[in-house]
């Protein structure tokens, strides 16, 4: 029953969100204000009555109900509760449902609290979101259908890939929806914004907490997948360049640029027209990534594949949003008076540096990850990897650090040059000083990571500036987050340039006993032992692992997954206050002895702590904004009642 | 601005969009392209691994009829698993030469023993250099050599049941 009601929510809330659409349509087009005034109540019961079909699907899922097809697939009784639950978005069908209803939710979201977009453009908008939703959902409804039974049911489940089976796995995808579906509800304001001629600082305000939104999710989603792919699939690297990795990028680097460009919007009325592309491109690089990585037309280590039926369609709703919205904006975009001007060195000029470095970052990404598909169109097999990126995006990378330095000590409008360097004497001093202390180790070290770890130093000391001289009890939380996320830049490009530098690697065959140097580690091989798990059995290499006089005991694993047979390397991983010690156990030499993969990382937990830093300094960002235009509402209403003066 | 730089944008989507709906209606194809295919085979000479029979010599590959060049090892488990098909080619008349990898004859005739024995020689290559030369990266990889050491394919990873027919197709067109 549970699955019938799964699929009559799901066709209510298509129907709704068809009707949603109709209604903006002729509410916008013959003025009626009846009609327009019913639209937020439509978005909202559309909103809650998708959310109740994920919850059924989830509530399947988690009674491992063999008789669903989707749960047959991909579940299986033996699985843990945690991962029965996440099974039900870890595939092609739940992650769509999964899209629709966070894109349903946001939807209600705006219906209810949006109070400060001319109502006009925002019934235009929540139209925008009711055509995005009826692609999906006519996807859902025609051709992948989450709730189909099977009969007979099968004995058991046919299980997910073990590789997906960890706790920081089961969440990433969920939360890189989250960001990609906030930047769908910037797109929206986009489109509505362009429909209504309507581009305004007002539209900029209410656009900017879903784009920060969308972008502290998204940080959050691809600095947990770095960490993810780091310590499971066992190859000591945090970020591959892997189709999938660049899917989850792309829209990353605009929404960024986004984010910057949109408070140059709201503050000054300025970039109006680069606002809206890049609210566009936002959401066009998210819907682009996930079509490459799900339909299977880009190889990759993770690719779903997906029939060419599905594929097409998807490809179509893709080419009819983008393609439309690009063709609107062009249209339309004309007719949007030029915004405010502004001096060359100016707050709103270093943000356009900003946008221009994230966009040509974006440009080239985009283009390595779909060379291989040209070469492909022309019968050359290649793949693009890590050489062309690192050399590409490295020294654009350190530039956008040094604009990052600069920008936020720039005063809006126009500033002096020669205040400018005033202002930046500490950072300079922090930048030489680190020099100083580098120059023991320059010999080994390659100029990208030497000049990260300089600019690192810059950087920071240049991010915590703006709090200089302030009283801190009444800087506003939205600048604590700017400087946060700031520093948390900083941070990471730390982690990066030493872990590029300073790794040690050591791969090696040991018999049981024997020992070996990494970095500051003695590694001892103690042996091996038989480790059993819920679903998996596996064997576990003992390593004593000592330090100073400290001893610890490692015991990275090999394990086999029966259903499906599947080996995995579970790497152990020993995280101290100056690095990470890595290791992983490979296979049994037939003389005997076993191999070993381990690496010595100094400092490389930074990458990861800078992530978060970012994200933190997102949310920071998103409660000072909301929190402010949540008190200037209150009081003006109060000034309104008569209450205040 | 000028007015036509407005409609950029589009134009590169609908490049994209175009080029993405070309590829997906190509059939997928997941054969590994290696440098070696095309190419002759290096000249190796390997000792036997078992005494019941000899091990490979370069002049094997010259004599007009195409062989597999199989190379396997007993400690690994994907070989195991495709032995079955390996025992289907040679039920069909197909000559199967095996590089054994850092092996030895005990465990090597354990596992000929276990899991059936397709191989008409069995050479031991106990530091994996042919197995470098051949341009080989794993156990198991299958070699189609024609009757003139001109390398004609590669396969890599364990040979499936589905795999068989473009591996005869390939012994056949070399013939």
């Given at each position: 029953?549970?699955a019938?009601?799964?699929?009559v929510l799901?066709?209510?809330?298509?129907?709704?969100?068809?009707?949603?659409?109709?209604?903006?349509i002729?509410g916008l087009?013959?003025?009626?204000?009846?009609?327009?005034?019913?639209?937020r109540?439509v978005?909202?019961v559309?909103?809650?009555l998708?959310?109740l079909?994920?919850?059924?699907?989830i509530?399947?899922?988690?009674?491992?109900?063999?008789?669903?097809?989707?749960?047959?697939e991909n579940?299986?009784v033996a699985?843990p509760?945690?991962y029965?639950i996440?099974?039900?978005?870890?595939?092609h069908e739940g992650?769509?449902?999964l899209?629709?209803?966070?894109?349903?939710?946001?939807?209600?979201?705006?219906?209810l609290?949006?109070r400060r977009l001319a109502?006009?453009?925002?019934?235009?908008t929540?139209g925008?979101?009711?055509?995005?939703?009826?692609?999906?959902f006519?996807?859902?409804l025609?051709?992948s259908n989450?709730?189909a039974?099977?009969?007979p049911?099968?004995?058991d489940g046919?299980?997910?890939?073990?590789?997906l089976?960890?706790?920081?796995?089961?969440?990433?995808?969920?939360?890189?929806?989250?960001?990609?579906v906030?930047?769908?509800?910037a797109?929206s304001?986009?489109?509505?914004?362009?429909?209504?001629r309507?581009?305004?600082p007002?539209?900029?305000?209410?656009?900017?907490p879903w784009?920060l939104?969308?972008?502290l999710?998204?940080?959050?989603?691809i600095?947990?997948?770095?960490y993810?792919a780091?310590?499971?699939?066992?190859?000591?690297?945090?970020?591959?360049?892997?189709p999938?990795e660049n899917?989850?990028?792309?829209?990353?680097l605009?929404?960024?640029?986004?984010?910057?460009s949109v408070?140059v919007?709201?503050?000054?009325?300025g970039?109006?027209a680069?606002?809206?592309?890049l609210a566009?491109?936002a959401?066009?690089?998210?819907m682009i990534?996930?079509?490459?990585?799900?339909?299977?037309?880009?190889t990759?280590?993770?690719a779903f594949?997906?029939?060419?039926?599905?594929?097409?369609?998807l490809?179509?709703?893709?080419?009819l949003y983008?393609?439309?919205?690009?063709a609107?904006?062009?249209?339309r975009?004309?007719?949007?008076?030029?915004?405010a001007?502004?001096d060359?060195?100016?707050r709103?000029a270093?943000?356009v540096l900003?946008n221009l470095l994230?966009?040509v970052?974006l440009?080239v990404?985009?283009?390595?990850?779909?060379?291989?598909l040209?070469?492909q169109?022309?019968g050359v097999q290649?793949?693009?990897?890590?050489?062309?990126?690192?050399k590409?995006?490295?020294?654009?990378?350190?530039?956008?650090?040094?604009?990052?330095?600069?920008?936020?000590?720039l005063?809006?409008r126009?500033?002096?040059?020669?205040?400018?360097?005033r202002?930046?004497?500490a950072?300079?001093?922090?930048a030489l000083?680190?020099?100083?202390?580098?120059?023991p180790?320059?010999?080994?070290?390659?100029?990208l990571?030497?000049i990260?770890?300089?600019l690192a130093?810059?950087?920071?000391v240049?991010?915590?500036?703006?709090?200089?001289?302030r009283?801190l009890r009444?800087t506003?939380?939205?600048?604590w987050?700017?400087?946060?996320?700031?520093l948390?830049?900083a941070?990471a490009?730390?982690?990066m340039?030493?872990e590029?530098?300073?790794?040690r690697?050591r791969?090696?065959a040991?018999?049981i006993?024997?020992?070996?140097?990494?970095?500051?580690?003695?590694?001892?091989?103690a042996g091996?032992?038989?480790?059993?798990?819920d679903?998996?059995?596996g064997i576990?290499g003992?390593?004593?692992?000592s330090?100073?006089?400290?001893t610890?005991?490692?015991?990275?694993?090999q394990r086999y997954?029966?259903?499906?047979?599947?080996t995995t390397?579970?790497?152990?991983?020993?995280?101290?206050a100056d690095g990470?010690?890595?290791?992983?156990?490979g296979?049994?030499?037939?003389d005997?002895?076993?191999?070993l993969?381990?690496?010595?990382k100094?400092?490389?937990?930074l990458i990861?702590?800078g992530?978060?830093?970012?994200?933190?300094?997102?949310l920071?960002?998103?409660?000072?904004?909301?929190g402010?235009?949540?008190?200037?509402k209150r009081?003006?209403?109060?000034?309104?009642?008569?209450?205040?003066? | 601005?000028?007015?036509?730089?407005?409609?950029?944008?589009?134009?590169?989507f609908?490049?994209?969009?175009?080029l993405?709906?070309?590829?997906m209606?190509r059939p997928?194809d997941r054969?590994?392209f290696s440098?070696m295919v095309?190419k002759?085979l290096?000249?190796?000479?390997?000792?036997?691994?078992?005494?019941?029979?000899?091990g490979?010599e370069p002049?094997?590959?010259?004599?007009?009829?195409?062989?597999?060049v199989?190379i396997?090892a007993?400690w690994?488990?994907?070989?195991a698993?495709?032995?079955p098909?390996?025992a289907?080619?040679?039920?069909?008349g197909v000559?199967?030469?095996?590089?054994a990898?850092r092996?030895?004859?005990e465990?090597?005739?354990?596992?000929?023993?276990?899991?059936g024995d397709p191989y008409a020689?069995?050479?031991?290559?106990?530091?994996?250099?042919v197995?470098l030369?051949?341009g080989?990266?794993?156990?198991p990889?299958t070699?189609?050599?024609d009757g003139?050491?001109?390398?004609?394919k590669?396969h890599?990873?364990?040979?499936?049941?589905d795999?068989?027919?473009?591996?005869?197709?390939?012994l056949?067109?070399a013939r």
């Amino acid at each position: 029953m549970i699955a019938e009601t799964g699929l009559v929510l799901l066709w209510l809330a298509a129907s709704l969100a068809l009707l949603q659409l109709a209604m903006a349509i002729i509410g916008l087009r013959f003025d009626r204000a009846d009609i327009i005034s019913a639209v937020r109540p439509v978005a909202i019961v559309q909103g809650l009555l998708t959310a109740l079909a994920m919850g059924a699907l989830i509530l399947l899922f988690a009674r491992t109900d063999l008789s669903v097809l989707l749960v047959a697939e991909n579940s299986n009784v033996a699985k843990p509760m945690l991962y029965k639950i996440a099974g039900a978005w870890g595939n092609h069908e739940g992650s769509m449902l999964l899209w629709v209803t966070i894109l349903g939710l946001s939807g209600a979201g705006i219906a209810l609290f949006e109070r400060r977009l001319a109502e006009r453009t925002l019934i235009a908008t929540l139209g925008a979101q009711a055509l995005i939703s009826i692609g999906f959902f006519a996807f859902l409804l025609l051709s992948s259908n989450p709730f189909a039974r099977i009969w007979p049911p099968p004995a058991d489940g046919r299980g997910l890939n073990p590789l997906l089976q960890d706790p920081g796995l089961a969440f990433h995808p969920p939360t890189l929806y989250f960001g990609y579906v906030g930047l769908s509800v910037a797109f929206s304001f986009a489109v509505g914004a362009l429909v209504m001629r309507d581009v305004t600082p007002a539209f900029a305000r209410a656009m900017r907490p879903w784009a920060l939104g969308a972008w502290l999710f998204l940080t959050l989603g691809i600095t947990a997948g770095s960490y993810w792919a780091y310590y499971e699939l066992g190859w000591g690297g945090w970020w591959f360049w892997d189709p999938v990795e660049n899917a989850s990028l792309m829209p990353w680097l605009a929404a960024t640029a986004l984010l910057h460009s949109v408070t140059v919007l709201a503050t000054r009325d300025g970039l109006r027209a680069w606002t809206v592309m890049l609210a566009v491109v936002a959401f066009s690089m998210s819907m682009i990534g996930t079509f490459l990585v799900r339909s299977g037309v880009l190889t990759s280590v993770h690719a779903f594949a997906v029939d060419p039926e599905r594929g097409s369609f998807l490809l179509a709703l893709l080419a009819l949003y983008i393609g439309g919205a690009l063709a609107l904006f062009a249209l339309r975009i004309g007719s949007v008076r030029q915004g405010a001007l502004f001096d060359p060195v100016s707050r709103e000029a270093g943000l356009v540096l900003n946008n221009l470095l994230l966009s040509v970052i974006l440009g080239v990404v985009l283009i390595g990850t779909l060379y291989p598909l040209v070469a492909q169109g022309m019968g050359v097999q290649l793949s693009v990897g890590k050489p062309f990126f690192d050399k590409t995006i490295g020294p654009v990378a350190l530039i956008l650090m040094v604009a990052l330095a600069f920008g936020p000590l720039l005063r809006w409008r126009s500033d002096d040059p020669r205040a400018l360097l005033r202002r930046m004497r500490a950072p300079v001093a922090a930048a030489l000083f680190a020099l100083g202390m580098l120059v023991p180790f320059a010999r080994g070290i390659s100029v990208l990571p030497l000049i990260g770890l300089i600019l690192a130093a810059a950087l920071a000391v240049a991010s915590i500036l703006p709090l200089w001289g302030r009283n801190l009890r009444r800087t506003p939380l939205f600048t604590w987050g700017m400087v946060i996320a700031h520093l948390g830049v900083a941070v990471a490009v730390a982690g990066m340039a030493s872990e590029s530098a300073f790794t040690r690697e050591r791969l090696v065959a040991l018999h049981i006993g024997q020992g070996v140097q990494v970095g500051p580690y003695r590694v001892g091989f103690a042996g091996v032992r038989p480790e059993v798990g819920d679903n998996w059995s596996g064997i576990g290499g003992v390593l004593t692992v000592s330090r100073g006089g400290e001893t610890v005991t490692l015991i990275p694993q090999q394990r086999y997954f029966s259903d499906p047979v599947t080996t995995t390397n579970e790497s152990a991983i020993l995280t101290v206050a100056d690095g990470q010690l890595y290791t992983v156990l490979g296979e049994r030499n037939p003389d005997g002895r076993w191999q070993l993969r381990l690496w010595w990382k100094p400092l490389v937990t930074l990458i990861w702590l800078g992530g978060g830093m970012m994200a933190l300094g997102g949310l920071l960002a998103l409660i000072g904004r909301v929190g402010r235009e949540w008190r200037t509402k209150r009081r003006r209403r109060r000034i309104e009642m008569g209450y205040l003066p | 601005m000028k007015r036509w730089l407005l409609w950029v944008p589009l134009l590169v989507f609908a490049g994209v969009v175009l080029l993405v709906a070309m590829e997906m209606h190509r059939p997928a194809d997941r054969t590994v392209f290696s440098r070696m295919v095309g190419k002759d085979l290096p000249a190796f000479d390997l000792k036997p691994m078992l005494a019941d029979r000899p091990g490979i010599e370069p002049a094997l590959y010259h004599q007009g009829k195409p062989r597999l060049v199989n190379i396997f090892a007993s400690w690994c488990v994907p070989c195991a698993a495709e032995a079955p098909e390996l025992a289907e080619l040679a039920k069909r008349g197909v000559a199967i030469d095996a590089v054994a990898v850092r092996d030895t004859p005990e465990d090597v005739g354990a596992f000929l023993k276990r899991w059936g024995d397709p191989y008409a020689r069995i050479g031991s290559d106990p530091m994996g250099r042919v197995q470098l030369a051949l341009g080989s990266s794993g156990v198991p990889e299958t070699f189609v050599i024609d009757g003139k050491g001109k390398i004609v394919k590669q396969h890599v990873g364990p040979i499936r049941e589905d795999d068989i027919p473009g591996i005869l197709a390939a012994l056949e067109d070399a013939r």
